[in-house]
């Protein structure tokens, strides 16, 4: 992943991190990488916002609130410490989700 920031707001950053996530991804895994993409290319403090934000927004009638997703953005967000490209962040999203958190 590039470390440049795809765009000046806090939103639009998260949002175009979001829209290039990977196809074929579960919940679970898109939660993690984007959070990890996000803690990347925007900060770990928009990643942290970004993560409870939509979890609010879930809660208040626009989806499914879940620990489980609250759990893979901070994967995601620990993720992003040491893997080098989305193939690693991925392959870490992976390793730290594990069959239990699916």
């Known amino acids: 992943m590039s470390p440049e920031r795809p765009a000046a707001s806090t939103v639009g950053c998260a949002e175009a991190v979001v829209a290039a996530l990977p196809p074929g991804l579960d919940d679970l895994q898109k939660h ?3 959070s990890a993409g996000i803690t990347l290319q925007c900060s770990r403090f928009e990643a942290w916002l970004a993560g409870w934000g939509k979890e609010a927004r879930d809660a208040m009638g626009g989806g499914d609130a ?3 997703d609250v759990e893979a953005n901070r994967i995601g967000r620990r993720c992003a410490a040491g893997a080098p490209d989305t193939d690693a962040l991925l392959e870490c999203c992976r ?6 958190v699916r």
Request: proline share 8%; glycine share 16%.
């Open 32 to 34: 993690c990488l984007a």
């Open 66 to 68: 879940s620990r489980d």
């Open 95 to 100: 390793q730290g989700l594990g069959p239990s």
